[in-house]
């Protein structure tokens, strides 16, 4: 019944690698978001996009880039990671006339 | 861009009791403002939302009210239960904006104590 899937669950990476972050959503919705999850700060929004191969920066974006190159599929990636990017990771889609997101279940990324 | 304000960062209630959470919104054109639980683990889920032409909602247990001449909404839920302990959110979505963006408080954890 998951209609928005996060590859990973848990992911530990050393400093200065570049990681992906993958989401595949199965309702054909036009738009998807990446948000990080920090205590004390709520989700905070890094990237989205609202068409195959569009994007758009969030709040957050620097440290970030993302891909889309199929509608289902939205990619974060982190091209040089850092310490200070140590959090949860949720992934979101929603349709074009909806409002409403339904989220993957989050990818928790430790820096070392 | 928008910023959500959320108050109480935390609230533990007795069980049965009511519980009120508030949020701000600043963008006046904001018109869509939706509530997330999201439990221990688990992913935020939508529980109740309401748009700007309406200025309350009731699902259950569970009521939205909003004030567009003051730009704040709250959430109420009567008669809270174990199940009720979670971690909520607060949000609010631009009136234009290629993909309705959604820009969340800080959370609020409720504890609903037996």
């Known amino acids: 019944d998951v209609k928005v899937t996060q590859s990973s669950r848990y992911l530990v990476k050393r400093t200065g690698e570049k990681v992906f972050l993958e989401c595949v959503q199965d309702?054909?919705?036009?738009?998807m978001f990446w948000y990080r999850q920090d205590p004390g700060l709520g989700l905070r929004l890094i990237y989205f996009?609202?068409?195959?191969?569009?994007?758009e920066k969030g709040d957050i974006p620097e440290g970030y880039s993302v891909s889309r190159e199929k509608k289902e599929r939205f990619s974060l990636i982190l091209e040089s990671a850092s310490t200070n990017q140590t959090s949860m990771y949720l992934c979101?889609?929603?349709?074009?006339?909806?409002?409403?997101?339904?989220f993957g279940s989050g990818t928790r990324l430790t820096v070392v | 861009g928008e910023n959500v304000e959320q108050h109480p960062s935390t609230l533990s209630v007795q069980e049965g009791d009511s519980a009120v959470i508030k949020c701000t919104y600043s963008?006046?054109?904001?018109?869509?403002f939706p509530w997330y639980k999201q439990e221990l683990g688990k992913r935020p889920q939508l529980i109740i939302d309401?748009?700007?032409?309406?200025g309350e909602k009731k699902d259950q247990r569970i009521a939205v009210t909003l004030n567009k001449t003051a730009k704040h909404f709250s959430l109420h839920i009567t008669e809270t239960q174990p199940e009720d302990s979670a971690v909520y959110f607060c949000?609010?979505?631009?009136?234009?904006?290629?993909?309705?963006?959604?820009?969340f408080g800080s959370g609020t954890q409720l504890t609903v104590l037996p």
């Open positions: 309401i748009r700007s032409n309406v």
């Open positions: 949000a609010s979505s631009p009136g234009a904006g290629s993909a309705r963006q959604l820009t």
């Open positions: 996009s609202y068409d195959v191969k569009m994007k």
């Open positions: 979101a889609s929603s349709t074009g006339v909806s409002y409403g997101y339904t």
């Open positions: 963008d006046s054109a904001s018109n869509y």
């Open positions: 309702m054909d919705h036009e738009n």
